[in-house]
């Protein structure tokens, strides 16, 4: 594997299920991200880990918990979501420096019923 | 209030036509990246500008920082079917800090 994967790739749960987001970035990096894309809105910045310490969170519901056990690995865990949770969820890496220049996986698609 | 403000939104062209998006703010950044994802995939980095006036070419592909640092363009000569998709671009305020996407123009270009 190469770049950035991400899995599952579509999902679809109840309000009242528990799943799991994962993501694998094969590049070396010590950054990753979580963000949610919408139709029509900007690319909304969820989390961010650097050496596996999380320095952003922004304002993200509870219900949104992630997990970051090596610079290589991210998870997303999701439990009692809303409809309007649903998105496309991109995980994304960098490595530190002057523009963290982003690599992207190919998103999970999220659909909550 | 959106920080980075992409136009147009939507773009339908012709193959062979030259466009240009549009990406400004009121503030100034200290690079601007330009990114295109196609569909069922995620955004992939096409050029990051860092210096006011800046012009970078990558094939039919033209890009400018503004001179203020605080709008960016990306022009394409003869566009092609294989150019559509969305493209975002994503502004840093400080070096290192944080990406502040666009909302993204999605181009349409038909044979």
């Known amino acids: 594997e190469t770049g950035v994967t991400q899995t599952p790739r579509h999902l679809v749960m109840g309000m009242t299920n528990k799943k799991s987001l994962k993501c694998e970035q094969h590049?070396?990096?010590?950054?990753m991200y979580w963000y949610k894309q919408s139709a029509k809105k900007p690319l909304e910045l969820m989390f961010v880990?650097?050496?596996?310490?999380?320095?952003e969170n922004n304002s993200v519901p509870s219900r949104f918990s992630p997990e970051c056990p090596n610079s290589s690995h991210l998870f997303l865990h999701l439990h009692t979501l809303q409809p309007e949770d649903s998105a496309l969820y991109l995980c994304?890496?960098?490595?530190?420096?002057?523009?963290?220049?982003?690599?992207f996986g190919p998103g999970t698609r999220l659909t909550v019923l | 209030t959106q920080l980075l403000e992409q136009s147009p939104q939507f773009l339908s062209i012709q193959e062979g036509e030259n466009l240009t998006v549009y990406c400004n703010s009121s503030?100034?950044?200290?690079?601007l990246q330009w990114y295109r994802q196609e569909p069922g995939e995620g955004p992939v980095l096409l050029v990051t500008?860092?210096?006011?006036?800046e012009v970078k070419k990558l094939k039919r592909l033209t890009f400018q920082f503004g001179d203020a640092r605080k709008d960016s363009s990306l022009h394409i000569t003869a566009a092609q079917p294989g150019d559509t998709g969305l493209y975002l671009c994503?502004?840093?305020?400080?070096?290192?800090?944080?990406?502040?996407f666009g909302q993204g123009t999605e181009l349409s270009v038909k044979p």
């Open positions: 590049l070396g990096h010590n950054a």
């Open positions: 994304a890496s960098s490595q530190d420096g002057p523009y963290n220049e982003q690599f």
């Open positions: 500008v860092v210096t006011g006036g």
């Open positions: 994503a502004g840093a305020r400080s070096q290192g800090g944080k990406l502040i």
């Open positions: 503030s100034v950044f200290s690079s």
């Open positions: 880990y650097s050496l596996e310490e999380r320095v």
